[in-house]
């Protein structure tokens, strides 16, 4: 099997099956974002994508579940991701779930009718990065989609049958604005609804564009402390219409959280406020990681 560059998957996503169909992402603009720098964002050959699902049936006797990389490959005309998801149901009956990381801008350009073929073909996923909630903070990050946009995104993998998956960012707003991004994200989840949320929290690297802000004091970083009060403003904010798994428990967060909204959503807050009063809790910086 190939692979080209990094390769990036959702957490959830650990023990599956990558095969990158895209390379690099589409729109690479994000200030944060350090993921796919080190290539330009091309589209794979489709005879070389196959090539590689047919290695990996030769490789494994049972592929659960398997994730279609890079960065948004949602963008791939949808007659030939039916192809490819009609050759992964031929090579792998036992395949579970087939993923995709989709942005909102993939979602709109795609009709009902098309993502309803393609969850009648297999796809069981699309991770949707919504990273905040708030407009003002969607700008400065230079997301390339507005608030509006991406619940409708949501709402259209939702209706057409897919579960969504959105993932927003703690600390992303920096001191000017963490209030408003912990409000309007859980207002977003509210609104949205999407299957699952994951909540990872700000780590920026030096290839990222934001890096250049934070050493010269445009941005401050939260403190840890203050990381834990925004989660605690997000959940509060948010109250969801249907049954929507949370996870906060990715490498980058201080307190690991986990659980089904509505109903899980007192304990989590009184794990959190129970953080706020032992620091012992938080994740030491050490063993914080993307």
Known sequence: ME????????PSEAYSLI??????????DCTFCSMFKDKPFSLRKEEDILRDFEEARRAYRRVGRIFLADGDALVLKTDKLLRILARIAELFPECERV??????QDVLRK???????????????VYIGAESGSDRVLRDIKKGATR???IESIEKIEDAGIPASATFISGLAGREAWREHA???????????????????????????????????RFELLSPMEVVEETRLLLENTNVRRDCVFRS????????????????????????DAARQDEGMLKDERFRML
Do not use: F
Request: with cysteine; net charge neutral.
């Open 3 to 10: 692979y080209i560059g990094s390769v990036y998957r959702p």
């Open 19 to 28: 095969v990158q169909v895209t390379l690099g992402c589409a729109h690479n």
């Open 99 to 104: 993923g995709i990381y989709g942005s909102p």
């Open 111 to 125: 009709t009902r009718e098309e993502l309803v073929s393609l969850r009648d073909a297999g796809l069981g996923i």
């Open 148 to 150: 509006a946009q991406i």
């Open 183 to 217: 409000i309007e994200c859980g207002t977003m989840i509210s609104e949205a609804s999407p299957s699952y949320i994951g909540l990872l929290t700000l780590m920026v690297e030096p290839s990222a564009p934001l890096w250049a802000d934070i050493r010269a004091g």
């Open 249 to 272: 428990n990715h490498a980058s967060n201080y307190v690991s959280l986990r659980g089904t909204l509505p109903q899980d959503k007192a304990r989590m807050l009184a794990r959190i």
